[in-house]
DNA sequence: CGCGGGATTGACATAATTCAAAGACCGTGG
DNA sequence: CCACGGTCTTTGAATTATGTCAATCCCGCG
């Protein structure tokens, strides 16, 4: 559970995504010397809501969510974490959030205080933050707008479309036939991610590979004749999705 | 609309709350030099979504939103600025949301450019932002809770505890007896606030009239018998609200 | 006094949920 | 290798919350 591998910083895959990516080799070896990594087994819960949080940190590989649960067990999915996605808020003591490991995960992390002690010195790492905080805080309000205005449908085909923009940002592999992207969500986890039942999303699911927007093999691999088609089933602008 | 009385930033009443928060005086003097201040009525837009951005700025007094629309029509609010709140994105050229003042509105602005420029040199504002930015980012994820799991009537108990709260924090006044708001909202407003039609919003107002957990004098003022009730209703952790 | 923009209320339509059953997929162990 | 069990997924039928369309009401204001 408890990897004790520690990479190069300067091999990191996400070296130029994370909180890190504008540091300078010299803030890179401060950070080096405060990191650690963690491994996460699919399923396993990373954080639970107002837990004291003793870290702080990125998703290297893998993925993870957030979720917040309602006393009564709805769940809505707040958060989905790819790599190098930051983990946790600095400045404060407990998680506001579940955070859970939906596939097999690492993640690079620093105990709370020095990484909060070496923010404060290092105007690099805030300024990342800050800059990764505010595109968080643009998807959380397109997100909003999908769960309050769009239909089942209009749904499923932005979250696809979402997962495929994501997908084509991380691997900067061009994609040379069709688009195909593997969906890293169960349909009870999609579910939770747009403000639906879990078998909502699989008769829309159904329905969108029916009227040939989708086709699948398998229930997680997706293949995607025409994005623009895809999109506008979205019910996004245009050239909302800047894919291509 | 374009009014040009320069109040002093020792005197503002904001001081305290926005970006400006953690400045020292000699800071301050800085950002009075580049800042003034703009107007807008009732109704009127601030900012188009795609527009060029040439400002950024804090509420100062009244209540602005931020909205999305959709090609077809629909409109999902996505925030909800209430003095002190900030308005732009350093380091983004156009705006990604609609920006409308639902009251008379006084903001603080400061041009896009110099201001970028001093927060570049001044950690202080760039540390405020990030704390706010992510004060709004749990904001935002609370709000995706209420979009995707909360039934209308939740959403409304929601949404009045919510203005409560805020209202709260905004003038230190106790409230000496029963707790009443203002809603800042017309039915529609809160219908794209929430999610939901402006029927709908008004159907559940009436229930909650009805069974007592809220009294209306007019259409926007509200007595709040219970806040527990209330805070019930909302679906709400216990606890939730730290209001009281 | 009457106008007009909100707001309320009613009747009906419908998208999505709920409950239930059956089917597919995957790893495990015999 | 195949059978088994469990989990995830699909599909169906009935229910319900919310949306839609339309009429009326209310209240502040000229």
């Known amino acids: 559970m408890q990897d004790h591998v520690h990479i190069q910083c300067s091999d990191c895959p996400i070296r130029h995504r994370a909180v890190c990516a504008r540091c300078e080799t010299d803030e890179l070896s401060q950070l080096e010397q405060i990191k650690y990594y963690r491994s996460f087994q699919a399923g396993q819960t990373v954080i639970w809501s107002g837990d ?45 959030f579940d955070v859970t490991a939906t596939t097999d995960l690492v993640m690079c992390c620093f105990r709370k205080k020095p ?48 997962i495929a923009r994501r997908e084509a940002s991380l691997q900067p592999r061009q994609p040379k036939g069709m688009l195909t992207v593997d ?9 939770d991610y747009l403000g639906l039942t879990l078998e909502t999303v699989s008769r829309q699911i159904s329905a ?15 293949s995607i004749p025409s994005i623009d088609r895809l999109l506008e089933e979205a019910g996004d602008d245009s050239d909302g999705g800047m894919l291509v």
Chains 1, 2 share one sequence.
């Open 208 to 222: 969108l590979k029916k009227d040939g927007v989708i086709s699948l093999e398998g229930n997680r691999h997706v």
């Open 183 to 191: 969906l890293p969500l169960t349909r009870e986890e999609m579910a």
């Open 52 to 96: 004291r949080m003793e870290f702080v940190g990125s998703v290297v590989t893998g993925i993870a969510t957030l979720t917040q649960t309602m006393e009564d067990g709805r769940r809505q999915m707040v958060g989905l974490l790819l790599p190098s996605d930051f983990v946790g808020r600095p400045g404060r003591a407990t998680a506001a």
């Open 115 to 162: 990484f909060e002690d070496l923010m404060a010195t290092t105007p690099h790492i805030a300024q990342r933050l800050l800059e990764m905080t505010l595109d968080e805080l643009d998807a959380a309000r397109e997100w909003m707008l999908l769960l309050g205005r769009k239909t089942a449908r209009e749904k499923i085909a932005s979250l696809i479309s979402i």
